[in-house]
């Protein structure tokens, strides 16, 4: 079994270099990094600078033995069965479909929008297809759907927005959704159903064991180095390397040269509670939205996601913030045509490959990056 320490241990590649160094141990550089050794024989040297791998997907046992997630609730969905079977070689799973409320007007009611939602909203008894006639008589006509609003007034109307999306949306994004692109609010469909799942896809599974486990297991290659707590500036210039894979911030790696990208950030406040008696969970569901109280937008709580069995419960709150670790690319017009003389400064160099959520600036998915990076070694491995 492979060992992660913090420094180097002079690993028997440096003798005569690495065919590539991967910036970064999250899941666009773990797996590039497993198909590069085991499909392509490479020698590998992966280097994060943060302690640990797995990059804001890492898990870990907090002080009670609780399995949390560090940086926030990671729930693993994906249509994809290349995906999920790439992945279930370097871990078993357990069934896991999330479920959200939001507290709204003082009830706790379910997200995304369905039947029930608007039921007992406004205290009506409608069916299905009443849903349909009732969406439609509330529904805002928006001729050319943009923005994050027009996305969802269009959809259930001005009173279910200002309920449930503005007030969110503003905190979480530190914008109006009129000032976001339509593919933020987007993600959250709207059901006639009763049908009260978060996600909807084929495959919906948490790692058994949890993420690190997975991601030790897919690093475990004897041609792959692990280097943590390093920034890649670092040794860049002394560990011979003939490719770089780069999954850091984009415009980071290039010294900020054309402005700064944002990156939306957030505080975690992790919460160690003790269930009532008898019960094993605080919360009804893994998460609870607060769109419009509270200077969070959700609280998850984790036994609900890994299935836990511990007398304690662990919770997370997340406070958006403008600054500090980079988690998610704000999706609006201008940030897009500042990263595209990014992209083209990176298309430039042939001997750098730039992949992942913050070096593509997408708000991807963890499926979407494992995706991203096994078409991306495809394309590699045929140069
Ligand atoms: P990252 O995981 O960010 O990895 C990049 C790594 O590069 C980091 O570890 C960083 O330390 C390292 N790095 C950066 N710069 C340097 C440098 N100069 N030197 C060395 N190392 C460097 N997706 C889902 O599918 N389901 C979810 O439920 C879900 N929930 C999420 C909740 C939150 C709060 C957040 C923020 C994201 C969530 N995601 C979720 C998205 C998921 O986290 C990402 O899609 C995925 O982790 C991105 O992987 P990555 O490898 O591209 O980037
Ligand atoms: N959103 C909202 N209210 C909610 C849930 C989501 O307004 O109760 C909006 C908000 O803008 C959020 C976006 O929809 O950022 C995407 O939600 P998702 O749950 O996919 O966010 P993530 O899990 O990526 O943070």
Redesign the pocket.
Known sequence: MHTFKSHFPAPSGSATGYDTLV?????????MAERLASQAGQRVLV????P???????DRHDESGLLI?P????????NSADVFAYLSQFTAWRPYQ?RVLCSVDGQLLPMPINLDTVNRLYGLQLSAFDMEGFLAGVAEKVDQVRSSEDVVVSRVGRDLYEKFFRGYTRKQWGLDPSELDASVTARVPTRTSRDDRYFTDTYQAMPLHGYTRMFERMLAHPNIHVMLG????DIVHVMPWKHMV????ID??FEHRHGQLPYRS?H?EHVTVQPPAGQAHVQPVGTVNHPNDHLYTRVTEFKHLTGQRHEASSLVY?YPRAHG????PVPRAENTQLYRRYEADAEELSDVTF??????YKY??????VAQ?LSTFKRLAQR
């Open positions: 910036v970064g141990a999250g899941f666009a550089g773990s797996v280097v994060d600078k943060r640990h791998i797995g990059g804001n997907a890492h997630h940086y926030g609730p990671h729930i693993f969905h994906t999330h390093t920034d890649y500036r780069y999954t850091g911030p980071a790696f957030l975690f997340e670790d980079p988690y998610y992949i992942g959520r913050l070096a593509s991807y998915n963890m499926d979407q990056v990076a």
